[in-house]
């Protein structure tokens, strides 16, 4: 089973973001990593994503050029 790589980016997903993140965990194929790419929001949205505790998960925090 090859691995796939989801990546998702975050910015002001805080209402939306922990919905997203188990529909993703509840996927039949489980040979993938969730990279959660963390692009400064300035909501709550990286601590939500924290409350997940799965050896599948990355977050990967990067400023944005402005």
């Known amino acids: 089973m090859k691995k796939v790589s989801v990546i998702m980016p975050v910015y002001n997903v805080e209402q939306?973001?922990?919905e997203?993140?188990?529909s993703v965990?509840?996927?039949t194929y489980?040979?993938?990593e969730l990279l959660i790419?963390?692009?400064q929001s300035?909501?709550?949205s990286v601590e939500v994503c924290r409350?997940?505790?799965d050896p599948r998960i990355q977050i990967i925090h990067?400023?944005?050029a402005v």
């Open 42 to 44: 300035p909501d709550r």
């Open 62 to 64: 990067q400023k944005i």
């Open 37 to 39: 790419v963390d692009d």
């Open 16 to 18: 939306y973001v922990a």
């Open 51 to 53: 409350q997940f505790h």
């Open 30 to 32: 489980s040979n993938f």
């Open 25 to 27: 965990l509840a996927q």
């Open 20 to 22: 997203t993140i188990r």
